[in-house]
């Protein structure tokens, strides 16, 4: 729901793993650290980086679409909210 949520407003979290991800005592779920956040629908290409997301989290867009070039991340597609859609897949799994 928090994640629906964010982007609904636009917001991509691209750092959902099970350490950003709290429980507190009545059961309520608080998604943590917005700090590689971005809104999608403003994302600049060159905002657009293939550092999203632990490595065991990234969705394959962002592992494809990004090609390391002499130590820098080339833009080669973009991608969306569903990179969050995929790490959550990826924490439940």
Known sequence: CAINHLHRQGIIHRDLKPSNIAVDEKGVVKVLDFG???????????????????????????????????????????????VDIWSIGCIFA
């Open 36 to 82: 590689m956040a971005r809104i999608f629908d403003t994302i600049a290409a060159s905002e657009m980086t293939g550092y999203v997301v632990t490595r065991y989290y990234r969705a394959s867009e962002v592992v494809v679409g990004f090609l390391p070039d002499e130590d820098v991340f080339t833009h080669l597609s973009p991608y969306s909210e569903k």
